[in-house]
Structures are given as structure tokens and as C-alpha cells.
């Protein structure tokens, strides 16, 4: 297509206009949670800590917990998944992964009641362990799709030569099969942290006392358990204070995601 | 594990939805009282037209916009790189958490917005925006969504984008074909299975909106902007009746799988 200057002027105004307004929300809630009747300064942050209702250091480490957890499990059995539905053959193997599809198809929210009450038989009811294991349930459809791309990509030339040299199957998958997916698993992982780290309506149901509350519950909780006034810049700063992590790991793994989701994800 | 987490709790729902199952106590088969209340209940027929109002809306915007960014930065050009992260930025932040961004963002005690149109002279005074009229709750709750899920929409529809090949735009050029009808000949009949993709992800999303509502409006002002998971939630955990609130899921499930089968044979056959 050729470009006239009008039009690359116009494409340079419409997109710097347009990053604009997608950028201002993020950055006002970075002024906004340092904003303060007197000036700027942590007040905010500190009344988010330390309130009543406030963010307690037992929620950052409910997050963290169920954060590892899910993006551990996740990756595990997407590797595993993956790797078994991309390389081999055995009876089955359509079903399974169709069935695993499956799950796209019928969205967690609808049968979250249901596992409400099965993780209650399982002795599972507010528990962290049962929230991650729903988690990584619901991240298998994505994540074991794009690690199959991800395997059925990889040379077999590389493989074959790997077992002539000797390597045993595990001894193939860990040396040469993982560090040729890493894309693939940098996209499912850091997608699995995302979703895991600031989820809202699974552990809302699954989690009942407060001490077992996820930061994103707790922050939550601010705004829904006021009854009178909101202190909005609390909120402000428990926003920034969730955002934070995921912005610098999206940061800095942001090339591989995008490549990884771009060549797995929407294939086939 | 899917067996356990995924066919168990399917087969469970049901099978509740067809008792009287309260939070405590014992269960006790009531079939079919609980899809017999679904006709009767005000609440759930409002949130159901709400639910599918906000669907239509959302569809038809989101995927306009993302569309729009998508052409927009589809080549590469200086720049394009710090475009399309912009508009993608959003997606890193929670959807909780941006529900609680925009609840500040368009408060009239720390959000610009009141201030800003105020000072436009486009209003009088203080607006609450998420909860003054039900048109105005609904409009941000539009907002919000557009803003935190246009950029991963335009990502999906990019790589569409880029499956086509570049030798068909050029043989369109020299046919003598026109921006409009390159666009509407080539390139949106090629994209067709991105373009059901992101359909489905979209309705999906929308018809089970929860957080944005929960959190944002609560529902309000007057149950007006209460969506049918919402309904689902206020079943089981405030009304702690959970075989109604399976009944309704079951429903909604149905809907949605059904809606789904049929949004893909009807793109699939005319794509082909």
C-alpha cells in the first residue's frame, strides 16, 4: 500500500491519541495512589495495610501460595500433556483431547456451585490447595493446546538424534525438548500467574474465612464490605499494589509471550 | 484430573439442580421445582434481558475496536511496537482490579472524569456514573471492558491478520480493487475462523459477566444492571439454595454450549 505523509500523519495521531487512553487509566491510579490531602506520600498505602478491613500480609501469601501452585501445576501437566498429545500415538488420544477442549466449551463459572460442594466431599472446602487445583483445572484447554503447537513444531530430526546419542525418553523431553518450547512455556506459565494471581470469582465462592482470602479477595472486600464512604484511594493503591507484579513480569517476558501466543495459540 | 475437576461437576450440577440442596443440611430430590421457579422469578427475567442487552452491546463494540486497532497496527512501521503494547497493557492488570480502577477513575470524589467534562461544560455538578441512572451504570461497565480487553482481542484478530498472504492483496491491487472492497472481498471472508474465535470468546465472556458488575455497580441502582451469574451467586450464597442456583446454571450452560455449536456451523458453512 502506498503511504502518503497525510496518511502516516494520521496513523502516527490516531495511535499516539489511542495509546493515550489506554495508558491514562494505568497511569492515574499510580497518581492517584500517592495522591494525598496534603500533597503526595504513602498514607494510602499505609491505610491499605493497615484498616480494618485492610490487605494483610497472611493475603499476599495466600496469593503467592496459590500463584505457584497454579502456574507449578499447570506447567506440569501442560508439558506433560502436551508432549504425550504432539509426539505419540495411543488409544485414546482424540477423545482425551477433545474432551480437555471440552472445557472451553463449558465456561467454570456455571459449574463452580457444583465444585463448591465436591471440594466440600473432599475435604478440600476453603482450602488454597483446592482453589489451585480448580485453577490449574480451567488453564489445561489453553495451556495444553499451545504446548501440543509448541511440541508438533519441534524438528522429530532433533529428537531421533537426541535417542541416537543415548538419551533416554525423560532424558530427551528435559535436555532437548523443553529449552526448543521455551516460548511456549513462558506464554503458558505467565498466563497462568495472570489469571491465578488476580482471579476473582473462584476463590470468592471457594473461600470462605478470611484468613484464607487472596489479595485480590481482600482488596475487593475494601470496596463490597464499606458500608458507608469508600476510601478510593486505598483502593487506588491496593490496585497499584496488585498491578504491579504482573506489569513487571509482563515487562519483561512480553516478547516471548507475544511470539508464543501468536504462533500456538491460534493454530489449527 | 479432568474426570475429577471437569466431567464430576458437570455430571453434579445437574443431578443438583434437580434437588432442593441447601448450603447445610441434607439434600432432597425436588425435580423439577427448581426449573419451574426459574419461569416465576422477576429478578431472573430482568437479569437474563440485562444479560443478553450487555452482550450485544459488548459484541458489537469490542469487536468493532479491536478490529479497528488491529488495521491500525497490522504493519510494521516505527511505532507499531509501542501501539500495540499500549493497547494491550490493560490485559495485564486483573479484571478485579481494573473494575476497582474504574470505580475510582469515574467516582466524583478522586476521578478526573466529573471533573474534566465538568470543566468541558458537557455537565452541571456531581455525576455518579456507576450509580446514578442504570444507562449510566451500564456505560461503564462498557467502558471498562473495552478498555481492559480491546488490546487482547486486537492480538487475536492480528494474528488472523497476518495469516493472509501478502500475494492475494497484491493480486486484488492489480485487479484494480479499492481499499473498501480489498477489506470486504479478501480480507474479512479470510478471516473468518479467527473472526468466530473471537465471537464465541466475546459472547461467552459477556453472558457470564460478573465481576465488572459486582464490583463496579453492584448490580444497581435497582437490581438494573444484576447479570445472570450474579442471580447464580445471590441463589447459592445469599439465599443458600444451591439446587435453584444449579438450576439456573444448567440453563445457562445449555445456552451457552448450544449458542456456541450453532455461532461455529454457521461460519463454518459459509466459509466453505
Given at each position: 500500500?502506498k503511504?502518503?505523509?497525510?496518511?502516516?500523519?494520521?496513523?502516527?495521531?490516531?495511535g499516539?491519541?489511542?495509546?493515550?487512553?489506554f495508558?491514562?487509566?494505568?497511569?492515574?491510579?499510580?497518581?492517584?495512589?500517592?495522591?494525598?490531602?496534603t500533597?503526595?506520600?504513602?498514607?494510602n498505602?499505609?491505610?491499605l495495610?493497615?484498616?480494618a478491613?485492610?490487605?494483610?500480609?497472611q493475603?499476599?501469601?495466600n496469593?503467592?501460595v496459590v500463584?505457584?501452585?497454579?502456574?507449578?501445576?499447570?506447567?506440569?501437566?501442560?508439558?506433560?500433556?502436551?508432549?504425550a498429545?504432539?509426539?505419540?500415538?495411543?488409544?485414546g488420544?482424540?477423545?482425551l483431547f477433545?474432551?480437555?477442549?471440552?472445557?472451553?466449551?463449558v465456561p467454570y463459572?456455571t459449574?463452580?456451585?457444583a465444585?463448591?460442594?465436591l471440594?466440600?466431599?473432599?475435604?478440600?472446602?476453603d482450602?488454597?490447595?483446592g482453589?489451585s487445583l480448580?485453577?490449574?483445572?480451567f488453564?489445561?484447554?489453553?495451556?495444553?493446546?499451545?504446548?501440543?503447537?509448541?511440541?508438533?513444531?519441534?524438528?522429530?530430526?532433533?529428537?531421533?538424534?537426541?535417542?541416537?546419542?543415548?538419551?533416554?525418553s525423560?532424558?530427551t523431553?528435559?535436555?532437548?525438548m523443553?529449552p526448543?518450547?521455551?516460548?511456549?512455556?513462558?506464554?503458558?506459565?505467565l498466563?497462568?500467574?495472570?489469571?491465578?494471581w488476580s482471579?476473582f470469582?473462584?476463590?470468592?465462592i471457594?473461600?470462605?474465612?478470611t484468613?484464607?482470602?487472596t489479595t485480590?479477595?481482600?482488596?475487593?472486600?475494601l470496596?463490597?464490605?464499606?458500608?458507608?464512604?469508600?476510601?478510593?484511594?486505598?483502593?487506588?493503591?491496593?490496585?497499584?499494589?496488585?498491578?504491579?507484579?504482573?506489569l513487571?513480569l509482563?515487562?519483561?517476558?512480553?516478547?516471548?509471550y507475544?511470539r508464543?501466543f501468536?504462533?500456538?495459540?491460534?493454530?489449527? | 484430573?479432568v474426570?475429577?475437576f471437569f466431567?464430576?461437576?458437570l455430571a453434579?450440577?445437574?443431578?443438583?439442580?434437580?434437588?432442593?440442596?441447601?448450603?447445610?443440611?441434607?439434600?432432597?430430590f425436588?425435580a423439577?421445582?427448581?426449573?419451574?421457579?426459574?419461569a416465576?422469578?422477576?429478578?431472573?427475567?430482568?437479569?437474563?434481558?440485562?444479560?443478553?442487552?450487555?452482550?450485544?452491546i459488548?459484541t458489537?463494540?469490542l469487536?468493532?475496536?479491536?478490529?479497528?486497532?488491529?488495521?491500525?497496527v497490522?504493519?510494521r512501521?516505527?511505532?507499531?511496537?509501542?501501539?500495540?503494547?499500549a493497547?494491550f497493557?490493560?490485559m495485564?492488570?486483573?479484571?478485579?482490579?481494573?473494575?476497582?480502577?474504574?470505580?475510582?477513575?469515574?467516582?466524583?470524589?478522586?476521578?478526573?472524569v466529573?471533573?474534566?467534562?465538568?470543566w468541558?461544560?458537557?455537565?452541571?455538578?456531581?455525576?455518579?456514573?456507576?450509580?446514578?441512572?442504570?444507562?449510566s451504570?451500564?456505560?461503564?461497565?462498557?467502558?471498562?471492558?473495552l478498555?481492559?480487553?480491546?488490546?487482547f482481542?486486537m492480538?487475536i484478530?492480528?494474528t488472523?491478520?497476518?495469516?493472509?498472504?501478502?500475494?492475494v492483496?497484491e493480486?486484488a491491487?492489480v485487479?484494480?480493487?479499492?481499499?473498501w472492497?480489498?477489506?470486504?472481498?479478501?480480507t474479512?471472508?479470510?478471516?473468518?475462523?479467527?473472526?468466530?474465535?473471537?465471537?464465541?470468546?466475546?459472547?461467552?465472556?459477556s453472558?457470564?459477566?460478573?465481576?465488572?458488575?459486582?464490583?463496579?455497580?453492584?448490580g444497581?441502582?435497582?437490581?438494573?444492571?444484576?447479570?445472570?451469574?450474579m442471580?447464580?451467586?445471590?441463589?447459592a450464597?445469599?439465599?443458600?439454595?444451591?439446587?435453584?442456583?444449579?438450576?439456573i446454571s444448567v440453563?445457562l450452560?445449555?445456552?451457552?454450549?448450544?449458542?456456541?455449536?450453532?455461532?461455529?456451523?454457521?461460519?463454518?458453512?459459509?466459509s466453505?
Amino acid at each position: 500500500m502506498k503511504t502518503t505523509a497525510g496518511s502516516r500523519r494520521g496513523y502516527y495521531v490516531t495511535g499516539a491519541a489511542l495509546a493515550i487512553l489506554f495508558l491514562f487509566p494505568l497511569v492515574w491510579a499510580g497518581f492517584a495512589s500517592v495522591r494525598t490531602d496534603t500533597g503526595f506520600g504513602l498514607e494510602n498505602y499505609d491505610r491499605l495495610f493497615t484498616s480494618a478491613n485492610g490487605v494483610r500480609l497472611q493475603h499476599v501469601l495466600n496469593s503467592v501460595v496459590v500463584s505457584a501452585l497454579t502456574v507449578g501445576g499447570t506447567l506440569f501437566i501442560a508439558t506433560l500433556g502436551g508432549y504425550a498429545f504432539g509426539r505419540f500415538r495411543f488409544p485414546g488420544r482424540d477423545v482425551l483431547f477433545l474432551l480437555t477442549l471440552a472445557i472451553l466449551m463449558v465456561p467454570y463459572a456455571t459449574i463452580l456451585i457444583a465444585l463448591y460442594v465436591l471440594l466440600g466431599w473432599l475435604g478440600l472446602e476453603d482450602s488454597l490447595v483446592g482453589l489451585s487445583l480448580v485453577l490449574i483445572t480451567f488453564q489445561l484447554p489453553f495451556s495444553v493446546f499451545m504446548m501440543r503447537n509448541s511440541f508438533e513444531a519441534v524438528p522429530v530430526e532433533l529428537e531421533e538424534s537426541a535417542r541416537v546419542d543415548g538419551c533416554t525418553s525423560v532424558g530427551t523431553l528435559v535436555r532437548i525438548m523443553l529449552p526448543a518450547v521455551r516460548p511456549g512455556l513462558v506464554t503458558v506459565g505467565l498466563f497462568a500467574f495472570l489469571t491465578s494471581w488476580s482471579e476473582f470469582f473462584a476463590p470468592l465462592i471457594l473461600l470462605n474465612s478470611t484468613d484464607k482470602f487472596t489479595t485480590t479477595l481482600a482488596v475487593v472486600n475494601l470496596r463490597t464490605a464499606s458500608h458507608g464512604s469508600i476510601d478510593y484511594a486505598a483502593l487506588e493503591a491496593g490496585v497499584v499494589f496488585m498491578a504491579v507484579p504482573c506489569l513487571v513480569l509482563f515487562a519483561a517476558m512480553q516478547r516471548s509471550y507475544v511470539r508464543g501466543f501468536t504462533s500456538g495459540a491460534v493454530k489449527g | 484430573m479432568v474426570g475429577l475437576f471437569f466431567l464430576v461437576p458437570l455430571a453434579l450440577v445437574v443431578w443438583m439442580s434437580l434437588h432442593r440442596w441447601p448450603l447445610l443440611g441434607k439434600a432432597k430430590f425436588n425435580a423439577p421445582a427448581n426449573y419451574s421457579g426459574i419461569a416465576e422469578d422477576e429478578l431472573l427475567r430482568s437479569a437474563a434481558w440485562f444479560t443478553v442487552k450487555y452482550t450485544v452491546i459488548i459484541t458489537v463494540l469490542l469487536f468493532v475496536v479491536a478490529f479497528g486497532l488491529a488495521l491500525l497496527v497490522q504493519h510494521r512501521r516505527p511505532g507499531v511496537g509501542f501501539f500495540r503494547t499500549a493497547f494491550f497493557l490493560p490485559m495485564a492488570v486483573g479484571f478485579a482490579s481494573a473494575s476497582l480502577l474504574f470505580l475510582g477513575l469515574l467516582s466524583d470524589e478522586i476521578g478526573p472524569v466529573t471533573d474534566l467534562l465538568s470543566w468541558l461544560g458537557l455537565v452541571d455538578g456531581y455525576v455518579s456514573w456507576t450509580s446514578g441512572s442504570p444507562d449510566s451504570a451500564l456505560g461503564s461497565a462498557v467502558l471498562l471492558v473495552l478498555w481492559r480487553f480491546a488490546g487482547f482481542t486486537m492480538l487475536i484478530l492480528l494474528t488472523g491478520l497476518h495469516a493472509i498472504p501478502p500475494d492475494v492483496y497484491e493480486a486484488a491491487r492489480v485487479d484494480g480493487a479499492n481499499r473498501w472492497q480489498t477489506f470486504r472481498r479478501i480480507t474479512v471472508p479470510l478471516m473468518r475462523p479467527t473472526i468466530a474465535l473471537v465471537l464465541t470468546l466475546m459472547t461467552t465472556g459477556s453472558l457470564l459477566a460478573f465481576d465488572q458488575f459486582w464490583i463496579l455497580t453492584r448490580g444497581g441502582p435497582d437490581n438494573s444492571t444484576t447479570s445472570l451469574v450474579m442471580v447464580i451467586y445471590r441463589e447459592a450464597f445469599i439465599r443458600l439454595d444451591l439446587g435453584s442456583a444449579a438450576g439456573i446454571s444448567v440453563v445457562l450452560l445449555v445456552v451457552l454450549v448450544v449458542f456456541n455449536a450453532l455461532q461455529f456451523r454457521v461460519l463454518r458453512r459459509r466459509s466453505s
